[in-house]
Structures are given as C-alpha cells and as structure tokens.
C-alpha cells in the first residue's frame, strides 16, 4: 500500500533535507499492528529528529512523529482488529521508527493504547506527548504529596506544547496554576487554559545569588532547565515537588543541596517515553475523565503535512503556541 510521508534525509555534505515522499507500508519496520494514522503531534523532539538531531535519531533517511492516533489497518495480534481506534506516543516512534508524520505506523502490539471513549482521535493528538507528560508529572507529584491546598503551581514554558497541556490539565485538577511566560501577548490565552495569572520569564530566573529565596510557590513544573530549575527550587515552599519536563534553556543544573534539607523539597523526574503500559492506561484514564481539560481545541492548531516545514521552524525559535497537529488526508 503506497502512502505519503514527511522524511528528512542526510545529504552528502552533512546537511539534511525534508520533503513528503511517496512510500509503501512493505517498508515500514517490522510491528504486529499496522495503523492508518488520522492525526499526529508536533513536538519539540519531531523539530530535532527534522533538523538531523543524532540525539534523536540516529539514522536517516526518517520519519519523525513521536504521537500518532488512527485506526488498525491490520493486527497479527488478537487483542487489536481492523478499525480499531489507537493511540501511539513514545517508545522509539519517531526517533529511530518511522512515526506519525507518515499516513501508515507500524509498531509493536505493546506500544498501542486502545483510544479512551470519552476521546476523539484529535482530541488524544492535542493532548499527545505533552498532554501525557503533563499528567505523568502531576501523578508524580501528587504521589509524592502535593495537593491544591498547598499552594500555587506554577508552569514555566506556558504557552508551548507541554506547558498549555500543563496549565489545562493542572487546573482541572483544581490547582491554582500561575504560568510563567515569555510572551506578554498571550495572557487571556493563557487565563483561558485556566492560569489564575501569568508571569514573566523573570519571575523565575533568580540572578540573586542567593541560595535560599522566601516562598513563592508549592510546586512547580519545569520545561525551561537551566537557573530557572534552580529558581524554582529555591523558592519552593516546604514538602512541595518540582517536576523537571524540559530543557528549552538549558540542560545544565547549578544547585544547592538547602532547598532539601531546608525544605524537604522533591525534585521529580519525569520520563514519559518509556513509561510501562500500566501507567499509560491509567494515566489515559485520567485524561479521559477527570484530567480531561475542557477546551481541547483551543489549545491546537490543525495543519497538513506540507505546512509542516514552517511549523517546525516556528516550534524551534520558541514561537508555536499551545499544540501543532497534523491531520493526514
Ligand atoms: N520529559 C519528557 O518526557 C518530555 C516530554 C515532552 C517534552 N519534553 C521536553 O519539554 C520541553 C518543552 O517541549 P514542548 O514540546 O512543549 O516545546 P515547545 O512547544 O517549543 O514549548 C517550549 C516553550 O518554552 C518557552 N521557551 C522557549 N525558549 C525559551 C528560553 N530560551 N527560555 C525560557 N523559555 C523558553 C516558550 O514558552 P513561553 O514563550 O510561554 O515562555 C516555548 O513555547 C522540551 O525540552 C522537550 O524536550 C519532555
């Protein structure tokens, strides 16, 4: 079966090319379930994979596309037949296996999530990566015993992919979250996600020195890196947890030990890629029902895969807002 895909390939000289291409599923890598895909995310990591990133994708010629939704095309596998509604985010979809930024996936039978039944497949790719990251850290911090009555959450990187699905999804969970953000412009989109306000970048890059700052927040969840992870750990009131999602800024890391000893802080680690089945399911459970944010479609803008290109020189300069999907014909 012959289908397009967005691919980047390595060119002699060291440099990358992206064009849609024309591919057959004979050669997609081996899966036990073959998925038409309907719609796919955009992420930080499909703009790196598209820019040659080695960290992302070893090999080329590629498809980037790390969330895919669709429908089976065909499962050697009984728990999965012809029509079912999927879902795909994470493992190595995208990175180094052909991903979503093709029409045709196809993947092993343990990475596909039966589509929830309170979710379009639309509404699962805005939520996508960012949307599961966002509630695989909440889930984190709450089991390590944050709670709304603690205080303000805030969410830096606000207006990007993880970021809006943060403020959405933190808020429905009935926190008062404060977005921290570079852009000045976006404030009603933001209180619209559910912000109680917003906040410049500023707010949480500390240039003090100082090692400990009076509290400002219970928790924080972090897509920035750099001295705003710092900051955010300095000034976190006592017992609360920062959950460490990103590195826009930076992946380095300049701390003391005070902000632990002082105030019994948690410093959360979130890996969404890899996380067991057991865990997806349940946290798709939550985003199906009680998590679910209740302006979806606010938060995305729909596209086709050739106005991918510009999408992902957007995403790479910091500009996109909310999510990117890609609607395949
Ligand atoms: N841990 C995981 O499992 C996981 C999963 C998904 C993504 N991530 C990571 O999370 C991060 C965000 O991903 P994304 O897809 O949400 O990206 P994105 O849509 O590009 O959002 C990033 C946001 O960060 C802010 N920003 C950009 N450059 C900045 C800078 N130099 N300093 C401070 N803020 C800056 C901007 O928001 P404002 O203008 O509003 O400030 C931007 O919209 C990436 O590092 C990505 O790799 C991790």
Redesign the pocket.
Known sequence: MDFQAYRIFELEDGTFQRKIVTRSTDELPQGEVLIKVAYAGL???DALSSTGHKGITREFPHTPGVDAAGYVASSSDLQFKEGDEVLVTGYDLGMNTDGGFGQYIRVPKGWVVPLPKNLSLKESMILG??GF?SALALWKMEKAGQSPEMGEIVIT???????SMAVSIFSTAGYQVVAS???AEEEDYLKKLGAVRRED?SYTNDESGRLLLRTQWAGALD??GGN?LATLMKACGKNGSIAV?????SHELNTTVYPFLLNGINLIG????ETSIDVRLKLWEKLNSIWKPGHLNDISKLISLDELDDQIEL?LK?K?RGRVVVKHD
Do not use: M
Not at 157 to 163: R, S
Not at 245 to 249: I, N, P, R
């Open positions: 992420n930080f990591k990566t960012a990251t990187g606000a207006t990007g992919g993880v970021g953000s570079g852009k970048r897509t920035v705003t999602c990103g590195l826009v800024s979130v890996e969404s890629a995403i910091g996109t």
